[in-house]
């Protein structure tokens, strides 16, 4: 049961270019959404989050866009840098209601940026 | 910045030995998590820990796994008698509050059941 959706494993963007990163979900019960990036051999670093009470978060180079009626949410980095080079992980949770604000995590876009 | 410390970094062990893993979560930290990743898909949520007990875990987490607080600093999960399915990258989290949507992940410790 795939609550969180990447549906494309992998982006390729030119450096100083855009780059969009797509997630879906299906619980409508989320209520808080997030990005993370990772390195191989590293663990999932928090990039940024927004709250399902707003449609957009912004800090520095990355936006998040949430479309709450499509179930659909965006990461938008601008200008892309060869360093942006990870995968990115979209992630969804529960905060209230008595849930334990599990993550759930998407299956990751690779996102590689090309000098 | 506070980080999420995980020992070993690796570890390889013959199917149906037991194995522990360790975290030292942020120490401000109340709610401790494991999640893991197998190779090639999506970082799965084992178990949260809270008020040293668990609170919520998932199918995954069956009898053969185990999570303790020994003492102030460290957070375990032990395996009992691993698989070969097991094999994966165990990922250890830990978050302030409740309300506080950012968990910390650690670098995880790949195990690998031969």
């Known amino acids: 049961d795939q609550q969180v959706k990447q549906n494309s494993p992998s982006l390729s963007v030119q450096e100083g270019r855009i780059s969009i990163l797509n997630c879906d979900y299906t619980n409508s019960m989320f209520d808080y959404f997030l990005w993370y990036k990772k390195y191989p051999a590293e663990g999932p670093t928090f990039l940024i989050s927004?709250?399902?009470?707003?449609d957009k978060n912004e800090d520095g180079r990355f936006t998040v866009f949430l479309n709450k009626s499509a179930k659909h949410l965006s990461l938008h980095i601008v200008p892309s840098q060869p360093g942006d080079s990870a995968v990115y992980f979209c992630a969804a949770s529960r905060n209230y209601g008595g849930s334990q604000g599990n993550l759930i995590f998407g299956k990751g876009t690779k996102l590689s940026v090309k000098p | 910045e506070p980080e999420v410390t995980q020992t070993p970094s690796h570890q390889v062990t013959q199917m149906g030995q037991e194995v522990i893993l360790r975290c030292v979560p942020i120490s401000n930290h109340l709610y401790f998590y494991w999640y893991r990743q197998i190779l090639g898909q999506k970082v799965e949520f084992l178990v949260s820990f809270y008020n040293n007990e668990i609170s919520e875990k998932s199918e995954i987490f069956d009898d053969q796994f185990s999570v303790e607080r020994p003492d102030g600093s460290n957070f375990t999960l032990k395996i009992r008698s691993t698989k070969l399915e097991d094999s994966a990258m165990y990922f250890c989290?830990?978050?302030?509050?409740?309300?506080?949507?950012?968990?910390?992940f650690g670098s995880g410790t790949q195990l690998s059941v031969l």
């Open positions: 927004i709250s399902s009470i707003k």
């Open positions: 989290a830990s978050r302030e509050r409740l309300l506080n949507e950012k968990l910390f």
